[in-house]
């Protein structure tokens, strides 16, 4: 299996060609490793970080923002957009409070992003 | 009148820490004055992760990086007012700001920061043909709709301008069950971050189409169809390639522009490329005792350069307050072959402290040499292995490395 991917991890933006046969992956064109690790990890399972918004209550706004503790599937992102949906707290809230745990069997816990202060 | 040491305007990423910076210099009748209803600026509402990276080596979401600004401010109680709009500054630096509890309020200052940020440049900027219709936005007014009122635009989007804010927005939206139809970008390569483009574009298959823009908006009562079509290098239409696309909303991403409404009846210099104020190395003004800094002063790509430049000029202001700030003889920096603008606009003939050189370059570069020189002589040299206009270069320069100035600093990309 072949595949070719933008490398992220700086502005170089190296082309990377990763071919992958049984257990042994090789990466051609990067420039370091760090990027040579990006496109493994590519090519094992895409991760990504998420970072949504769920519902709060007594708080300056209606939203808290919240961020995944860690790297999650990429597979996962919608998963736990629909898990966010049914979630709703109630201010006050502290940043890094954990909201969830494991939020959608991802591996990760949902944490907030901000203090908000009860308001009403 | 009310009288302050250091006024700072607008309490977001440059605000909070010039007013940390000004507080652990000694400095305690600092008043911020912020317009919206908290402190934080536009981090509350980039809920996006990848600030602070260089100043807390972690990546924070903007909320995150705000918080702990915030808690600072707190914990130093350092005064501010919320929901509070400067409306007039002038050269004797009285400062009049209103809201509703105090109603209009005049300052005296010694000093006062300009750290207002910038604001988005809007359909008028660029001249969109089409009808006026609503349902068009700027990306950031969305971003605010979306992530701190819980009001999504629209379902179906187009997106012009690959600006990182609309980028992040695309994947915001798909995110929230719209569907982004496409990014046009005028340019034949992306001004957003290239992480950008993969995590929020290819992630969700929403095209990108370079070397295009917006030739028509149509709709009866609200967007229902915008036109694109390419350019070509000097960014003429070419026939026969428009493609037309189904949306509600237009969310625009063009550009931003330093806020600097407040200095316009002012004699401040300047510059018609960054579009902030003129300022010499110590992030004055060319009205003494005012400074700028942050995206007021010229627009950032990094949050953590906003906070490092205020802190900076905090620390300037901090020496004007304490009467220890001597004014020099100064020379002009240029932006030479491959660099848009620098900043500061000019430096001591002889500096006593180290000197940041922010530069932005024309276009992308690979393997190139920035030059810094006065006349023949080269102060520094660096070697770079990619340059972007997308990112800024910031470069030190020690008192040792300068000497004696005699003529302007000049910085300039040689192609090896």
Not at chain 2, 2 to 18: F, N, P, R, T
Request: hydrophobic share 40%; aromatic share 6%.
């Amino acid at each position: 299996m072949k595949k070719t991917f933008d490398c992220i991890v700086c502005p170089m933006s190296c082309h990377l060609e990763v071919t992958k046969q049984k257990d042994d992956i090789q990466v051609r064109g990067n420039s370091c490793l760090k990027g040579a690790a990006f496109a493994r990890q590519e090519m094992i399972e895409p991760m990504r970080m998420l970072t949504t918004t769920i519902r709060i209550e007594h708080a300056i706004y209606p939203l808290l923002p919240v961020i995944t503790s860690r790297n999650v599937p990429k597979a996962k992102l919608f998963a736990i957009m629909e898990a966010c949906k049914h979630v709703c707290v109630s201010a006050p809230v502290h940043v890094n409070d954990v909201i969830v745990k494991n939020i959608a069997d991802s591996g990760a816990d949902l944490l907030a992003s901000r203090s908000m202060e009860r308001r009403i | 009148m009310k009288q302050v040491d250091m006024i700072i305007i607008g309490g977001g990423s440059a605000g909070m820490s010039a007013a940390i910076a000004a507080k652990e210099a000694g400095i305690d009748n600092i008043l911020i004055l912020e317009r919206k209803e908290e402190l934080g600026g536009i981090l509350q509402q980039c809920i996006h992760n990848g600030f602070g990276l260089q100043t807390f080596h972690e990546e924070l979401s903007g909320p995150m990086y705000a918080q702990r600004f915030i808690d600072q401010i707190h914990a130093y109680r350092i005064p501010y007012r919320l929901c509070s709009d400067v409306v007039w500054i002038d050269e004797r630096l009285r400062v009049q700001y209103v809201n509703a509890e105090e109603g209009y309020v005049w300052v005296q200052a010694k000093t006062i920061l300009l750290a207002c940020g910038c604001y988005e440049r809007n359909r008028g900027a660029i001249s969109i043909p089409g009808k006026r219709l609503p349902g068009v936005y700027t990306a950031g007014s969305a971003q605010r709709f979306l992530n701190l009122e819980n009001i999504l635009v629209g379902k179906n989007i187009f997106i012009l301008g690959s600006g990182d804010i609309g980028l992040i927005m695309a994947r915001r939206m798909t995110l929230e069950g719209a569907n982004v139809l496409g990014v046009a970008e005028i340019m034949p390569y992306s001004n957003g971050l290239n992480r950008n483009i993969v995590q929020c574009l290819k992630d969700f298959a929403i095209p990108l189409y370079l070397s295009h823009t917006i030739v028509d908006i149509q709709g009866d009562f609200h967007v229902e169809r915008v036109v694109i079509a390419q350019v070509d290098e000097h960014r003429n239409i070419l026939p026969k390639t428009q493609k037309s696309f189904a949306v509600d909303t237009l969310l625009l991403s063009i550009g931003l522009l330093p806020e600097m409404s407040l200095a316009d009846h002012l004699d401040m210099e300047m510059d018609s490329k960054s579009k902030g104020a003129k300022v010499n190395a110590h992030y004055e003004t060319s009205i003494p005792h005012i400074y700028a800094c942050g995206n007021a002063l010229h627009v950032h790509d990094i949050v953590d350069f906003v906070s490092m430049e205020a802190h900076e000029a905090a620390l300037c202001a901090v020496q004007d307050i304490k009467g220890q700030y001597h004014r020099q003889k100064q020379f002009s920096t240029q932006a030479g072959s491959g660099i848009s603008y620098v900043l500061p606009h000019s430096v001591d003939a002889q500096p006593s402290q180290n000197i940041t050189l922010c530069v932005r370059s024309i276009r992308p570069y690979k393997q190139v040499m920035i030059n810094i020189r006065t006349g023949d002589r080269i102060i520094k040299t660096i070697t770079k292995r990619y340059l972007l206009p997308s990112e800024m270069e910031r470069i030190i320069l020690k008192p040792s490395d300068i000497g004696i100035l005699e003529e302007s600093l000049i910085v300039e990309v040689k192609e090896s």
